[in-house]
Antibody
Framework: QVQLVESGGGLGKPGGSLRLSCAAS????????MAWIRQAPGKGLEWISH????????YYADSVKGRFTISRDNAKNSLYLQMTSLRAEDTAVYYC???????????????WGQGTLVTVSS | SSDLTQGPAVSVALGQTVRITCQGN??????ASWYQQKPGQAPLLVIY???KRPSGIPDRFSASSSGNTASLTITGAQAEDEADYYC???????????FGGGTKLTVL
């Protein structure tokens, strides 16, 4: 079965950096788009980035563009999120999710990891 | 960018039918997907590709759409359906994705 396991969360300082990883198994990783979605404490879900199957297409929410970098290593079945210039408002649970598409008008996140908590505080 | 608007909370008596709605301009062009999230858990996809249910999702979950509104209907709500529900779709910026603010469903 599909399994996504995030790691790398923890305490980061304002202006600092953290790198999140997501280990995928149970499916052909290189065939799927992948995404990072976050959820601030007590708040809703926020899409922050996704990457196409080959890695040639990368997209970011305005809230993280220029500060976060998504990448993947298909040989290692792994997804990454490099987070820099951290802000207090980046405090959230970060989920790795498999992102699927049908045509131009239908997209969804069909498998999610358990999430990793990032806390930004001095 | 666009927004998706959901009511903050809805309640339903056990065994009755409840509809959760999601409004936004993006829904005129793009289909919504729906997610269930229980406390302390990751979201779970319950509806995708307009009206499909993933394997394991009960058929009491269904979806519809009209104009700028997408709806998730639970027919015969069960106690285990109590959760937060989120809609999502592509944004007007085609390569972005947006989520609604979530609706908390209470089963009485």
């Amino acid at each position: 079965q599909v399994q996504l396991v995030e790691s790398g969360g923890g305490l980061g300082k304002p202006g600092g950096s953290l790198r999140l990883s997501c280990a995928a198994s149970g499916f052909t990783f290189s065939n799927y788009y992948m995404a990072w979605i976050r959820q601030a404490p007590g708040k809703g879900l926020e899409w922050i980035s996704h990457i196409t199957d080959s890695g040639s297409g990368i997209y970011y929410a305005d809230s993280v563009k220029g500060r976060f970098t998504i990448s993947r290593d298909n040989a290692k079945n792994s997804l990454y999120l490099q987070m820099t210039s951290l802000r207090a408002e980046d405090t959230a649970v970060y989920y790795c999710a498999r992102y699927d598409v049908s045509g131009w008008d239908s997209t969804w996140f069909d498998s999610w990891g358990q999430g990793t908590l990032v806390t930004v505080s001095s | 960018s666009s927004d998706l608007t959901q009511g903050p909370a809805v309640s339903v008596a056990l065994g009755q039918t409840v509809r959760i709605t999601c409004q936004g301009n993006s829904l005129r062009s793009f289909y919504a997907s729906w997610y269930q999230q229980k406390p302390g858990q990751a979201p779970l996809l319950v509806i995708y590709d307009k009206d499909k249910r993933p394997s394991g999702i009960p058929d009491r979950f269904s979806a519809s759409s009209s104009g700028n509104t997408a709806s998730l209907t639970i027919t015969g709500a069960q106690a285990e359906d109590e959760a937060d529900y989120y809609c999502s779709s592509r944004d007007s910026n085609y390569n972005h994705v947006i989520f609604g603010g979530g609706t908390k469903l209470t089963v009485l």
